[in-house]
């Protein structure tokens, strides 16, 4: 919890608040992402899911280590359906 969310263009997203995952297979499906008021312009989330508190799946994320480092650019990020509003 708490890593910056880097995309593969190095552009610092967000951090990770939490995480939602699947109880029978035990394994995580998305993060918790809650993005910065740059990101979240610049991505056109507030306009379209009224939130800046996304969750991004998993299969997005390259590797985790002192940031969590996203295998998307930010142009890919703004194009994709995949990335949804994090209900709490």
């Known amino acids: 919890m708490g890593l910056d969310v880097v995309t593969s263009g190095a552009n610092i997203i967000g951090q990770v608040k939490g995480a939602k995952f699947d109880p029978e ?9 809650k993005l910065t008021s740059e990101a979240a312009m ?10 800046s508190k996304v969750c991004i799946p998993v299969s997005m994320v390259q590797a985790v280590g002192h940031v969590v480092a996203l295998s998307r650019s930010l142009e890919e990020l703004e194009n994709s359906l995949e990335i949804v509003e994090c209900k709490d």
């Open 25 to 33: 297979s035990w394994e995580i499906k998305f993060l918790n992402v």
């Open 42 to 51: 610049s991505l056109g989330i507030k306009k379209r899911l009224r939130s």
